[in-house]
């Protein structure tokens, strides 16, 4: 199995504030690599796919970045509904065998 | 709008079956440009794909689970079901439907998840 590696586990940051959250695969997977927004309660929000193509609707001050093993999810000047559990995932293999990385959780300090 | 709904029973016991369906609203279900799929969170724990299945009924499942999982889909309903089989506490867990877009033209197609249910708490205890 491809292991995903999610770091940091969790982050402190403001509102206003830049973070940026890495994900490194135990292999290459090219950009098949997507990221997701987790809220308790909620549905599950896709941010970006293929590493880098944002979701339609989800505002541009997210962004992704990457190939083969290492990933990044940025967000810049953060907002207050930003403050959510982050997860990215992939989608390399065939048959599928998809794999999600530990979660970052994101807080308000 | 597309919705996803899952719905099923919050308590189960060990060793019994667990059934929950997804009802899909406002779209349809046989659409040929979607898989739809299953994955879990267990409290306070990451997520894990559970298996995706086709209109047609073509299925893919998490080899960790495959013995256990059914995945099944009635199109009439525009639902597609999971079965999961002799289940234990380490299967309480909120249970997600989603619909996976992919681009094609590339190979293999980019799959992800795309739409995703609110989910559903299934907690396994006797």
């Known amino acids: 199995d491809i292991q995903m590696t999610q770091s940091p586990s969790s982050l402190s940051a403001s509102v206003g504030d830049s973070v940026t959250i890495t994900c490194r695969a135990s292999q290459s997977i090219t950009t098949y690599l997507n990221w997701y927004q987790l809220k308790p309660g909620k549905a599950p929000k896709l941010l970006i796919y293929a590493a880098s193509i944002l979701q339609s609707g989800v505002p541009s001050r997210f962004s992704g970045s990457g190939f083969g093993t290492d990933f990044t999810l940025t967000i810049s000047s953060l907002q207050p509904d930003d403050f959510a559990t982050y997860y990215c995932q992939q989608s390399y293999v065939v048959p599928p065998m998809y794999t999600f990385g530990q979660g970052t959780k994101l807080d308000i300090k | 709008q597309l919705q996803l709904q899952e719905s099923g029973p919050g308590l189960v016991k060990p060793s019994e079956t667990l059934s929950l369906a997804c009802t899909v609203s406002?779209?349809?279900?046989?659409?040929?440009?979607?898989?739809w799929g299953w994955i879990r969170q267990p409290p306070g724990k990451g997520l894990e794909w559970i298996g995706n299945i086709y209109y047609s009924g073509t299925t893919h499942y998490n080899p960790s689970l495959k013995s256990r999982v059914t995945l099944s889909v009635d199109t009439s309903k525009n639902q597609f079901s999971l079965k999961l089989s002799s289940l234990t506490a380490a299967d309480t867990a909120v249970y997600h439907c989603?619909?996976?877009?992919?681009?094609?033209?590339?190979?293999?197609?980019?799959?992800?998840?795309?739409?995703w249910g609110r989910g559903t708490l299934v907690t396994v205890s006797s």
């Open positions: 989603a619909r996976l877009d992919a681009i094609f033209g590339v190979v293999p197609s980019h799959w992800y998840f795309a739409l």
């Open positions: 406002g779209g349809s279900l046989s659409n040929v440009s979607h898989y």
